[in-house]
């Protein structure tokens, strides 16, 4: 079992509809949540953490938790062209203050 | 305020041969961290630097080694390289301490040849 998983995808979603990326984990110690967006040939950029069961907004993106589950969800509102990329999930696992385990990642295509 | 810079952005070396690839974390970051990232695939942890001293390490050979400076930047090397090796090397800088965020250099992408 990998520590994060996601759905490889694609997942072509409608321009202006909501987007919706699942990671499950396994380590049910894991400490911190983060979503990073990713574009082709570019490095991960941090777009939402999340650290407590619940929701978490940032403007058109929301953070999901679920500790109980191991699961962690990404929504994106009034979706754009410009989200199309590929997202990464990613956890802090128990007893490590930085180390980050990636999942392979989620490619969100935002269709016109 | 810089972000995380790493040189060089891009690199070509032969089998056999050896790499250092450098970072420079973001201002007021002590902790960097080296991702090794294969196409179509999440980064995967190298090591990570904390107080000049690596604090922790991922599932990578010893041919892997790095160093953190005084001034928190820090060096990844890799000897007698492999083809296996080509990947999109990333940096990232973050605060000592449970729940920081890690914010990621723009990458050097490596080919072995």
């Known amino acids: 079992q990998k520590e994060v998983e996601q759905n490889s995808g694609p997942l072509s979603v409608p321009e202006g509809a909501i987007a919706s990326l699942n990671c499950t984990y396994s380590d049910r110690g894991s400490q911190s949540f983060f979503w990073y967006r990713q574009y082709s040939g570019k490095s991960p950029e941090l777009i939402m953490f999340?650290?407590?069961?619940g929701d978490k907004e940032d403007g058109r993106f929301t953070a999901q938790l679920n500790k109980a589950s191991q699961y962690v969800s990404l929504l994106i509102r009034d979706s754009q062209p410009s989200d199309s990329a590929t997202y990464l999930c990613a956890v802090t696992p128990a007893g490590s203050a930085s180390k980050i385990i990636f999942g392979s990642g989620t490619r969100l295509s935002i269709r016109p | 305020d810089a972000g995380v810079t790493q040189s060089p952005t891009h690199l070509i070396k032969t089998r056999g041969q050896q790499v250092t690839l450098r970072c420079s974390p973001k201002?007021?970051?002590?902790?960097v961290s080296w991702y090794q990232q294969a196409l179509g695939q999440g980064p995967q942890f190298i090591f990570q630097?904390?107080?000049?001293?690596?604090?922790q390490r991922g599932n990578f050979p010893d041919r892997f080694s790095g160093h953190q400076f005084p001034n928190y930047s820090s060096e990844l090397n890799v000897n007698a390289l492999l083809l296996g090796d080509s990947a999109l090397y990333l940096c990232a800088s973050s605060l000592a301490g449970a729940n920081t965020e890690a914010f990621f250099g723009q990458g050097t992408r490596l080919t072995v040849v």
């Open positions: 201002s007021g970051h002590d902790t």
């Open positions: 630097y904390y107080e000049e001293e690596e604090r």
């Open positions: 999340i650290y407590s069961n």
